[in-house]
């Protein structure tokens, strides 16, 4: 091995291979042959010169110290904070935490993932192997181990939710749900359905940024919550969430309504509790949403969001151009208006079929 490293016997008769690791530091390693050590050694050698060194002894860290400090360096907002330290904590870390890097193999991880799906959502479980991945990503990145055994991983196919039971038609808004929705709310309803707008877009909203006179709002900044603690966000979810969204005249007169009848709360914004605080989502679900359901008679299973789904297949149904549709949704790319809203509309064959209904097939030839 020349300068790289050498073999020395031990005084009990074994042979320690000896080398520089990239760092400069003495490394080595016994063996109980001269073989063994040279053959390791030109193994070593290989890795140093390309580049895919990995310390013997470093995937001995434990996959719980490096992840934990792995998830805490990262430069994350306070909800995906919140959200990943909830999924390392509950679903990897169980698994994972006490094995050493290095004994984490691909079939395990297979074996785990596949294991997760028959109890957890295909959403969900994907969150638990982006983690477990990027954990084991850096891991290699630090030369603790030489592959990330993730790679490959098959994970659950994302379930394809029937669009049609996730959206409520205009008649229904307007003839079943805005008229049982409890006076405070309607408004926040019936923005949330002629605007599409996130449920933190909504709860975050003062009247700085609407324009009843003009009919349309500027959505500047959103609302967040973090363990129950509800907090102004002076940003959108992305650069393509700061839009301008125009108002249709029922939003209108149903914010004009709200503004008449209503103080403004706590940090000036326009829908809040009754105690002026700003309003929590699952206090929300349970004292307004899921009630008002069923005053309505529509399905439990319809989420305060799926106004927005409701929304924007409304748009989709008339016609309107999916740029246009990309843009007012606040979505940065038409390809996620086009997956999440036109794949399952009726509207949509009829309108290809009318295309053709002036036509009919000519007499056949002699």
């Not at 805005?178 to 926040?188: E, H, I, N, T």
């Not at 789904?309 to 979505?331: C, E, F, Q, R």
Request: hydrophobic share 35%; glycine share 8%.
């Amino acid at each position: 091995m020349g300068l790289m490293g050498f073999v020395r016997k031990t005084p009990v008769g074994r042979h320690r291979a000896c080398w520089r690791d990239p760092a400069g530091r003495q490394r080595s390693k016994t063996f109980r042959t001269k073989r063994e050590a040279n053959a390791f050694l030109a193994e070593v050698e290989s890795a140093l010169n390309r580049g895919t060194y990995v310390a013997p002894d470093a995937g001995r860290l434990r996959f719980a110290e490096y992840g934990t400090r792995w998830l805490s360096n990262r430069n994350d907002e306070k909800a995906t904070a919140a959200r990943d330290s909830s999924i390392m904590r509950n679903h990897v870390l169980p698994k994972w935490g006490p094995v050493p890097l290095a004994k984490i193999e691909h079939s395990a991880v297979q074996e785990w993932v596949t294991s997760l799906g028959q109890r957890l959502s295909p959403a969900t479980v994907r969150e638990c192997y982006r983690l477990t991945s990027g954990v084991l990503r850096s891991a290699v990145r630090d030369r603790l181990i030489g592959f990330n055994p993730c790679d490959g991983v098959r994970l659950p196919p994302r379930r394809r939710t029937d669009t049609e039971e996730l959206v409520i038609s205009r008649s229904e808004l307007f003839g079943k749900l805005l008229p049982v929705v409890p006076d405070r709310y309607r408004a926040l309803v019936a923005l949330a359905a002629g605007t599409g707008l996130r449920w933190g877009e909504c709860v975050g909203l003062r009247w700085d940024v609407v324009d009843l006179a003009v009919g349309e709002l500027r959505v500047v900044r959103v609302a967040e919550e973090i363990s129950g603690h509800v907090t102004l966000k002076p940003y959108p979810k992305s650069r393509a969430g700061r839009r301008t969204v125009p108002l249709p005249p029922f939003v209108v007169q149903a914010l004009t309504e709200h503004r008449q009848a209503f103080e403004t709360g706590t940090e000036d914004l326009i829908f809040v509790a009754r105690t002026g605080e700003p309003l929590k989502r699952g206090t929300f679900r349970a004292r307004v949403w899921k009630p008002s359901l069923q005053r309505a008679g529509l399905p439990f299973g319809l989420r305060f969001h799926d106004l927005r789904h409701s929304y924007a297949t409304w748009l989709v149904s008339d016609g309107v151009p999916i740029n246009d549709v990309a843009k007012v949704m606040g979505h940065e790319q038409t390809s996620t208006t086009l997956d999440r809203y036109t794949h399952s509309t009726r509207d949509r064959d009829r309108r290809v079929l009318a295309s053709f209904a002036a036509f009919s097939l000519p007499p056949g030839g002699q």
